[in-house]
């Protein structure tokens, strides 16, 4: 599909707009949910091959979400791409019976390939299912993986990209939040990422620097992947704010995980509409 970067904001705009609703009801993962929306848009409605009326498609491309705790995000963009509906995210979410939770589970949610939440485990995962296609002769779909900046501490996470050059998984594609904050403190004070980007390139991989809350950038970077078939995995290193959207929650470590008011919530909507409007009407 092929939609203009005007469109991909709006439906971005609503994404925020919807998990927004879901945290006035419940506590989620917020920021780090909207850090990484635009990506997740762009990747959900514009770059995978997915058709939700065909999931088990052998030639789909596969999603994992190495930083689990995103799992609202996942689901609403989902949503947008005819899956179920923002409401049925809304109003299960966290109940007994319901299909989406603080993790993404596939035993109750038949659109995520693989449960995570554990962090340093969806990488690893992603990297087996992109040898596994290959080893299937698959050499068209590609596995996309999101991690989180803290979960780059996992040693799991170095194993996997030492494994991903070595096997020539060209298929591969991590893109890193990096949005500078995790649970209870910045990046440099927890452990320090040093020249992230350089920490990939030295284990062979691709690596594209981006603006990850630039919906131009953001297409930049998937409109040049190499292709599937391709022997090099892809690290695209998306710089972002955490909380991004929502004045008091940008840079916030606060903002981690919580639950807004329903003040807040109006006017939160508010704010993200009239950005929209005024970003459009230039
Ligand atoms: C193995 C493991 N240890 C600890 C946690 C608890 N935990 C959940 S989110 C989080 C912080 C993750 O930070 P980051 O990867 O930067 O994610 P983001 O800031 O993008 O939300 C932690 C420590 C976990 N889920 N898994």
């Known amino acids: 599909m092929s939609y203009t970067v005007r469109e991909l904001e709006k439906a971005a705009m609503q994404i925020r707009i919807n998990l927004l609703r879901l945290c006035n009801k419940e506590v989620i993962h917020i920021g780090g949910d909207l ?5 997740m848009t762009a ?13 088990s498609d052998e030639d789909r491309d596969r999603f994992v979400l190495s930083k689990g705790h995103s799992s609202a995000v996942t689901s609403f963009c989902q949503a947008a791409l005819g899956c179920f509906s923002p409401e049925d995210v809304i109003n299960e979410y966290a109940t007994d019976e319901g299909r989406f939770s603080m993790h993404s589970c596939n035993l109750v949610n038949p659109f995520v390939e693989v449960s995570t939440g554990s962090l340093g485990h969806g990488m690893p995962i992603a990297c087996g299912m992109a040898a596994g296609l290959r080893l299937k002769g698959n050499y068209k779909s590609r596995v996309y993986t999101v991690m989180g900046d803290g979960e780059q501490s996992e040693g ?25 904050l995790e649970a209870d403190g910045t990046i440099d004070e927890i452990t320090g990422l040093g020249n992230i980007a350089d920490k990939y390139r030295a284990f062979g991989w691709n690596v594209v620097e981006i603006d990850g809350n630039d919906m131009k950038q953001i297409l930049n970077a998937f409109d ?38 329903d003040e807040q919530l109006s006017s939160c909507i508010d704010s993200l509409r009239s950005e929209y409007e005024q970003r459009w009407s230039e």
Not at 158 to 163: H, P, R
Not at 235 to 255: D, L
Request: charged share 15%; aromatic share 8%; glycine share 8%.
């Open 35 to 39: 850090s990484i929306t635009d990506v």
């Open 224 to 261: 040049h992947l190499p292709s599937a078939d391709s022997q090099v995995p892809t690290c695209i290193i998306a710089s972002t704010v955490k909380g991004k959207g929502v004045s008091f929650m940008e840079g916030n470590v606060r903002w981690h995980a919580g639950k807004i008011t």
């Open 156 to 180: 799991s996470i170095w194993e996997a990209a030492a494994n991903a050059v070595h096997y020539k998984l060209g298929n591969l594609v991590a893109i890193l939040d990096y949005n500078g």
């Open 43 to 55: 990747l959900w409605l514009d770059q995978m091959n997915y058709d939700p009326k065909n999931k």
